[in-house]
């Protein structure tokens, strides 16, 4: 995956895109999510604000594909423990990005 860096100090980034796929008699469900990214030092930090799921990689491409394993993870481990659907109501609720100014 090939991701151009924008020079702000967040880049907001789909993961997945909203589609149910019909795998061998089981459905799956594949939702956006948010990729907040930005660069500390010689590496990319990237966090799923819906799930407050973080990683990073010595890439932007690096620091999206180990945040999505990371969120992956999360929501298996959450189905594990019955936990998903508490999960899901704040993937699925409406979201609004947007910036502001401070004095620095």
Known sequence: MKVELIP???TNITIATIIFIKLKNKITTVTTLTA???KEGNQYVSKCPELEV???GDT????LENLKEAVELYI???KELGMLEDELEAV???KFITTFEVTI
Not at 60 to 63: G, Q, R
């Open 8 to 10: 702000i100090a967040f």
């Open 92 to 94: 699925f609720s409406k």
């Open 36 to 38: 907040l990214v930005w």
């Open 76 to 78: 298996e481990n959450a």
């Open 54 to 56: 973080a990683s990073c």
């Open 60 to 63: 932007l491409e690096e620091a």
